[in-house]
């Protein structure tokens, strides 16, 4: 009887992973495919801590297992709070491991100047890479929260701001700029590519004014806004390791003003490749109606999914974006156009979940939660709930949705049927991440602009 038992343990304890960035990998699926010890069984065993910050985390964590922090071997999470301070916390004991404060943080703290940038690991495990409200992108020692370097990706950190996550994909950390509320004039929304090694800058795409590739002076350009502040950032296209991301209101010309439109760039942001921009983007644009306030999700066999705050998701052909293989003057080319939950306005990322040759895709939002089938090249809503959600995840099987008016929420992703209802403060962009079975969430609202904030830790006991 004692093999047979080992082998029942070894199977209920998860292996060993990380959970480098939002969305868990470059291409941002929000899928993870390895098991967490959770299970429908005993996931409302879920025992929660909250460990309190001092600042407020409105996105989400990154995790890494067995790293050494402080001379001693630790599985840690890691938050970049509102105003750039970053946090190492010890997964299993909730006890905070090192902090890194910016310089400048005493002269933005509970000012406007935020950020919700999610933190990205290097490859290396010994370093991540955080933003600021100042604008910049800074490389800290997993060891002891030490700045290697700090690059400024913004000449108007007072007006561009670093909203989206961070990323790392072909040996370059990647980042992106939008604006703040109210979108004072004159910012751009850009994309920067950087070296890990030294954090110099490799390229810049401007999405206003693209025709110059440098960071510019926002007041130099003639047109503004267009900024690039979905959560998920710049997706990264699995293979070629090209960059998608989405722009917000704007003008648009079709040559070097790109405003509402899902764009294609070259793996390193030297280069505009394609381009799909909806028909009615002079509406968009002069609505308020940002494409850019959710980032594309990358679907497979071909297809990217881009929602917007007009309550609509458009199913693209990768290929041919725009009906065309390349970047040109042109509208439409979709071919698919579906709801959102509730069709009003998406500020999440999707999550999109492979399972048995079948592509899921869950999408959350203020008016509910929905899951989708792929079928034949188009969407399918298979289920819905009336249950608001930030962007959702799956892990080990069971969807994860944080409800921003405090609870977590844990689905059985084919159905939507209730697994499991855990408490929660209330938040605003904040989401989960599970791993080693453990579910770490961040909760508060950077618009409140508070200097303390929570990160809620669920261990099975």
């Known amino acids: 009887m004692i093999a047979p038992l080992l082998a029942a343990v070894a199977l209920a304890t998860p292996a060993a992973h990380d959970w480098t960035r939002f969305g868990f990998d470059a291409a941002r699926s929000s899928a993870s495919p390895y098991a967490t010890g959770i299970t429908a069984s005993n996931a409302r065993q879920l025992q929660r801590q909250r460990v309190e910050l001092d600042g407020t985390a409105d996105s989400s964590p990154i995790f890494l297992h067995d790293v050494v922090i402080g001379g001693g071997r630790h599985d840690a999470f890691f938050v970049t709070t509102t105003y750039g301070k970053t946090v190492a916390v010890d997964a299993s004991t909730g006890r905070v491991l090192w902090r890194y404060v910016p310089p400048g943080y005493a002269s933005w703290a509970g000012s406007y100047r935020i950020t919700t940038a999610t933190p990205v690991a290097d490859p290396s495990r010994r370093f991540i890479y955080a933003a600021g409200p100042d604008g910049r992108i800074r490389k800290l020692s997993v060891a002891d929260g030490r700045q290697v370097w700090s690059t400024a990706i913004t000449l108007l950190p007072q007006r561009e701001k670093i909203a989206a996550s961070l990323n790392f994909a072909h040996g370059l950390v990647i980042a992106t700029t939008g604006g703040y509320v109210g979108d ?86 030297s280069r505009l490749l394609q381009n799909w921009t909806p028909r009615n983007q002079a509406t968009l644009n002069r609505t308020d109606a940002d494409l850019g306030s959710t980032s594309p999700a990358f679907l497979g066999s071909g297809l990217v999914l881009q929602g917007g705050k007009d309550g609509l998701m458009r199913v693209l052909r990768l290929k041919r974006l725009n009906g065309t293989p390349h970047a040109a003057a042109l509208t439409g080319g979709e071919i698919q156009s579906i709801p959102t939950p509730g069709g009003t306005t998406l500020l999440t990322a999707p999550a999109v979940w492979h399972r048995s040759g079948t592509t899921w895709v869950f999408v959350a939002n203020d008016a509910g939660t929905a899951g989708y089938r792929l079928v034949r090249g188009r969407l399918q809503r298979l289920w819905a709930r009336g249950t608001a959600g930030t962007s959702p ?21 084919t159905t939507g049927g209730a697994v499991a209802t855990l408490p929660a403060g209330s938040g605003h962009w904040n989401s989960p991440i599970v791993v080693a079975g453990r579910v770490a969430l961040p909760e508060g609202n950077a618009n409140d602009h508070l200097t303390t904030g929570i990160l809620n830790i669920y261990r099975l006991p």
Request: glycine share 14%.
């Open 184 to 269: 004072a004039p004159p910012y751009q929304g850009h994309v920067v590519t950087l070296r890990p090694r030294t954090g110099s800058i490799v390229h810049v795409w401007n999405s206003l004014c693209s025709g110059r590739h440098r960071l510019i002076r926002p007041s130099t350009c003639g047109a503004s806004d267009s900024a690039i502040w979905g959560r998920a950032g710049a997706v990264v296209e699995p293979g070629s390791g090209r960059l998608l991301v989405a722009t917000g209101n704007a003008s648009w010309n079709g040559r070097t003003n790109w405003g509402d439109s899902t764009l294609e760039l070259s793996a390193n942001a």
């Open 393 to 413: 995840v799956v892990a080990g099987g069971l969807l994860f949705v944080y409800d921003p008016n405090g609870s977590l929420r844990i689905l059985q992703p």
